[in-house]
Each structure stands twice: as C-alpha cells, then as structure tokens.
C-alpha cells in the first residue's frame, strides 16, 4: 500500500471563483467588517493604534466584499464605509482588503463602484475621499481626480474626488452584486 498523504495540489490559498459585493446588514459581517479595518489599519499599517472607529462610523454604511461555502455567506475578505457628510456629499473611506486577497482582480475596483453607485443612487452631487498615496494610480484608473495633497495620521494622503459621470445611480442597494474573479497576473 502506498502511504496517504495530505499535501495540498496547489500551495495558494483556495480563492472561490465568485464573491458577493453587498451592505453590511447582517451582524456578523458588520463585525467582521470591523475585524478587517482593524487588521489592516491598526495591526498591518499602524495608521491607529488600537482602533480605526470614528463618528464617522455612527452614520456610515459598510459595503463588503464576502466569498461564498455552499451558497452562503462565509467570509468577509473586503469592506468600504460610505456616509453622506453634507447634503449631496458623500464619502468613502476606510477600504480594506484582506492580505491574502489583494491580488484578487476586480475586487478593490468591485467595492469603489458598489460605493460611489450606492452614493449616487440616494443622490450624491459629489463623492470624496482620502487615499493614501501608494493607492492614488488605482483611484485614478477609476475615474477619480486628486484634489489636493494632505498629511493624515502622519502619512502621506491625497483628497480625491469621483468623476460621476463614470457611476451610474445604483438601482436596487439591497441587492447583491456577484463578482467572478481571477488572480491577477
């Protein structure tokens, strides 16, 4: 007989073939939408140091990016807040992807759309937001213009603005958008 063995076929981690873009509605997701801002921001970056919340927060909503076990919700592996901040105003913030999914294709670009379209859908006239340097290019591929050069928590930032025009209103916000992915190469 010949020994079994449980070595993986492949040394990636399994990533499903499609994710869902939907509102944080449901208390676990809420949570663990929380869970990976704090990794990210706090535990990955060191942009705060025990915890990313503000005020903010007390209006926001959260769009998460969830992958699915059986046809069902099984993990957060992206979050985005939004939040109108002044009559047609609004703003997104606090993108985050888990580590291991960054290299996932479409998924960033999946949460900024699902944002900006939710926005525009309940009436935005403008959608702002402040991005860390590094991410200027990849907001700039969505149709986003830079404003002005800031410094936040200590580290270099851009305020950016949407460019409408490139996100229609979102029709159904309940509704969730599946997302087929691949790795990007």
């Excluded at 994710?19 to 944080?24: D, S």
């Excluded at 960054?102 to 006239?125: F, K």
């Excluded at 403008?126 to 907001?139: D, G, L, S």
Aim: proline share 6%; net charge negative; glycine share 8%.
């Amino acid at each position: 007989m010949y020994p079994l063995t449980l070595e993986p076929f492949v040394e990636e981690p399994f990533v499903p073939p499609h994710f869902g873009i939907v509102g944080a509605s449901d208390g676990w997701v809420l949570a663990e939408s929380f869970r990976l801002r704090r990794d990210v921001f706090c535990t990955e970056q060191g942009l705060f140091r025990d915890d990313d919340c503000d005020e903010l927060d007390d209006r926001a909503e959260s769009i998460v990016a969830v992958d699915y076990l059986a046809g069902m919700m099984y993990r957060v592996v992206g979050t985005v807040r939004v939040a109108e901040i002044a009559p047609g105003i609004w703003n997104g913030s606090r993108l985050a992807i888990k580590r291991e999914y960054r290299d996932v294709y479409g998924l960033g670009r999946a949460l900024v759309h699902r944002a900006v379209t939710t926005a525009t859908g309940r009436g935005a006239t403008e959608f702002i937001a402040t991005v860390q340097r590094a991410n200027v290019p990849f907001f700039r591929r969505l149709a986003w213009e830079a404003v002005e050069e800031i410094v936040l928590h200590g580290h270099p930032h851009t305020f950016m603005r949407a460019n409408l025009e490139a996100y229609p209103p979102l029709a159904d916000p309940e509704r969730a958008a599946l997302l087929s992915v691949r790795r990007a190469s």
